[in-house]
Nanobody, 123 residues
Framework: QLYLADSGGGSVQPGGSLKLSCRAS????????MGWFRQAPGKEREGIAT???????NYADSVKGRFTISKDDAKNTVYLEMGSLKPEDTAVYYC?????????????????WGQGTQVTVSS
């Protein structure tokens, strides 16, 4: 079982930057992959960036070149650095995790979820 605590959301103007964090706890001795999803009001949860247990990354086209996912293994923490933010990036952002190697952007492929953190991009 993995427990995820995500944080770092807030309000930012278009073109600005934010960095989200997600710390995993519980049974972290087995290799696991992590990712970030987001859900805007009235829309389905969308996968935006994933990082496999071996370091392979996968990004949605909508964030490629603007967002970067990374991990500090010593801290069991994954980060999402978001730049050149747009109003359409406004959503609740969720950290995800799953044991083993995975990079998929479908929410059904991930077993564990953080509580979500709100990101609002507005002038």
């Amino acid at each position: 079982q993995l427990y995820l605590a995500d944080s770092g959301g807030g309000s930012v103007q278009p073109g600005g930057s934010l960095k989200l964090s997600c710390r995993a706890s519980g049974y972290t001795a087995t290799t696991y992959s992590m990712g970030w999803f987001r859900q805007a009001p009235g829309k389905e949860r969308e996968g935006i960036a994933t990082l496999s247990s071996t370091g392979t990354t996968n990004y949605a086209d909508s964030v490629k070149g603007r967002f970067t996912i990374s991990k500090d293994d010593a801290k069991n923490t994954v980060y999402l650095e978001m730049g050149s933010l747009k109003p359409e990036d406004t959503a609740v952002y969720y950290c995800s995790a799953g044991y083993g190697w995975r990079t998929g952007l479908l929410s059904t492929e991930w077993s564990y979820w953080g509580q979500g953190t709100q990101v609002t991009v507005s002038s």
